[in-house]
């Protein structure tokens, strides 16, 4: 028996001796309601103690716990700035401060706490014949870098959201403008010819309505010049076509022709000529050799197209 209380007693002395001593201290006992209180605790660690930390979180007793600093030191003596507040007034106690830690080789937390300090909170005392005052303005805590954590954070994953609207919105309509099929350019000769075509299919002055006849044939004409050439052909007049026709070789060769057929369907609209049957054939065949001559070839020569002229005008 005397031998297992040595041993009990031998493992109590090496457990308090492997324990950290906490000493809390004031600069003062007596603070006015509203206060901040600085606790100061100090922490004698013995070899083999690791992880020592505060374990308080939010309040201590009446007080509120509102930072806590560690202040650089040596590894055998730490030191704690705690900040508190109370708006209790009178004897007031703070309650022994817990922190964790773990002795080396024990993955057990282990806790150990601060000695209790008493203070005396004086309230506010009113002078009921005083003068009266202004509400004092709140003070101000010192920023930390974890008060703008958030809205940094909240900032960056914003101006991702937009960078990645933008690239989706980008890529969306670069999607779609590879899928767009693009519409064929019908040359404007290729136009002109299947609108006489279908003129021809209405059969208008056989049903005598010449003078729409003739107003769609030079409408057909002078949209065929606008189209090829980028001339004001469909609100000029005849002699104005003309005279925008005299730049361009293809229309030299046609220039009497091409007087002729304008004139005539301009005396049809006007009611001073009635063309008979074999003229409004003709004046067809005239428009379909118009657009036909004049549409662009790079093979033909000049003296073809002078061919081609001549025997339309043999045709006429």
Do not use: C
Not at 212 to 224: C, L, M, Q, V
Not at 264 to 281: G, M, Q, S, W
């Amino acid at each position: 028996m005397g031998f297992l209380a040595v041993m009990i007693s031998l493992l109590i002395t090496i457990a308090d001796a492997q324990e950290p001593q906490l000493r809390a201290s004031v600069d003062s006992t007596e603070y006015k309601i509203g206060e901040w209180v600085h606790v100061r605790v100090t922490a004698d660690t013995p070899p083999g103690i690791s992880s020592l930390a505060p374990a308080a979180k939010d309040s201590l007793g009446a007080f509120e716990l509102l930072s806590i600093d560690e202040v650089p030191g040596n590894a055998t003596e730490r030191t704690w700035n705690f900040r508190l507040i109370t708006f209790d007034s009178g004897k007031v106690f703070i309650p022994p401060t817990p922190f964790s830690y773990s002795v080396a080789g024990d993955t057990v937390q282990r806790q150990a706490v601060t000695n209790m300090i008493f203070l005396t909170i004086h309230g506010v005392t009113v002078d009921p014949q005083g003068e009266l005052k202004d509400i004092k303005p709140p003070l101000d805590a010192p920023w930390k870098f974890e008060d703008f954590l958030p809205y940094g954070i909240a900032l960056v994953l914003l101006a991702l959201s937009v960078w990645a609207y933008r690239y989706y919105r980008k890529k969306k309509r670069e999607r779609e403008s590879a899928y767009v099929p693009l519409k064929p350019i019908i040359p404007p000769a290729r136009v002109a010819l299947a609108a006489l075509q279908a003129l021809e299919e209405k059969r208008l002055w056989q049903q005598g309505r010449v003078k729409e006849y003739y107003s769609e044939a030079t409408g057909i004409i002078r949209r065929f010049l606008e189209d090829q050439y980028r001339i004001l052909a469909l609100e000029s007049t005849s002699d104005e076509i003309m005279q925008q026709l005299k730049p361009i070789p293809e229309a030299q060769v046609l220039v009497k022709q091409f007087q002729s057929f304008l004139t005539t369907a301009d005396l049809v609209k006007f009611a001073k000529y009635a063309p008979a049957p074999d003229e409004h054939e003709a004046e067809l065949r005239w428009a379909y050799e118009i657009v036909r001559t004049m549409a662009p070839r790079p093979e033909r020569k000049p003296e073809e197209m002078e061919e081609t002229a001549q025997e339309a005008v043999d045709v006429r």
